[in-house]
Nanobody, 127 residues
Framework: QVQLVESGGGLVQAGGSLRLSCAGS????????IGWFRQASGKEREFVAA????????YYADSVKGRFTILRENAKNTVNLQMNNLKPEDTAVYYC????????????????????WGQGTQVTVSS
């Protein structure tokens, strides 16, 4: 069964840091890209960051630029999201998602591009 699993969520004070990790069998398939999305209570799921598997190009939402970094750790076969200077508005469930290997489009910002999703991990930032 193809799967993705997130880890690393938790409770942190504003200004603090967390590192989320995405792992799972999907990464063995060499997906076109891995993305992180988040969904706050009562809101729609929104794009946070993405990284192309080949070449490593990265993409960020304006709200997290300069604070979040997405990167692959080849040795561990994971894709991580380093989140610094966290703000209360970053509070959400964070999801890892993967784009199938055959994808030839260029939109990594839309939820519809992604074929595989994890179950999510809660991030709570207190003020």
């Amino acid at each position: 069964q193809v799967q993705l699993v997130e880890s690393g969520g938790g409770l942190v004070q504003a200004g603090g840091s967390l590192r989320l990790s995405c792992a799972g069998s999907v990464l063995i398939l060499r997906p076109t890209a891995i993305g992180w999305f988040r969904q706050a209570s009562g809101k729609e799921r929104e794009f946070v960051a993405a990284i192309r598997w080949s070449g490593g190009s990265t993409y960020y939402a304006d709200s997290v630029k300069g604070r979040f970094t997405i990167l692959r750790e080849n040795a561990k076969n994971t894709v991580n999201l380093q989140m610094n200077n966290l703000k209360p508005e970053d509070t959400a469930v964070y999801y890892c998602a993967a784009v199938r290997p055959s994808y030839i489009g260029g939109d990594y910002y839309s939820t519809g591009t992604y074929d595989y999703w994890g179950q999510g991990t809660q991030v709570t930032v207190s003020s």
